[in-house]
């Protein structure tokens, strides 16, 4: 059974940064097929970042420039690294599939940025 246990949020002011982790235990096919997601209060979650096919990053147009994702094969992790955030990245990020059926979603974790 794959679990998705993402950590490394927190309170930051704007401009500031984090890097979020996202382990995974269990087996899956490749790392590549997990892309991290973020969800606000009363919206759907909204999928930020993620692999293409060859492996290549994608980026949705709002983060794109500010956030990296990377593989961690000797932890097992997917890592979200955030720059420059602004108070509108605010949310709850969560790790998961970003196609197909989704595994079992984790806790998330908060991020909250300040003026």
């Known amino acids: 059974q794959v679990q998705l246990v993402e950590s490394g949020g927190g309170l930051v002011q704007a401009g500031g940064s984090l890097r979020l982790s996202c382990e995974v235990s269990g087996n899956i096919p490749s790392l590549d097929e997990i892309g991290w997601y973020r969800q606000v209060p009363s919206r759907s979650r909204e999928l930020v970042a993620r692999f293409s096919i060859l492996g290549d990053p994608i980026f949705v147009d709002d983060v794109r420039g500010r956030f990296a994702i990377f593989k961690d094969n000797t932890k097992n992790s997917v890592d979200l690294q955030m720059d420059n955030l602004k108070i509108e990245d605010t949310a709850v990020y969560y790790c998961?599939?970003?196609?197909?059926?989704?595994?079992?979603w984790g806790r998330g974790t908060q991020v909250t940025v300040s003026s």
């Open positions: 998961n599939r970003p196609s197909g059926r989704t595994y079992a």
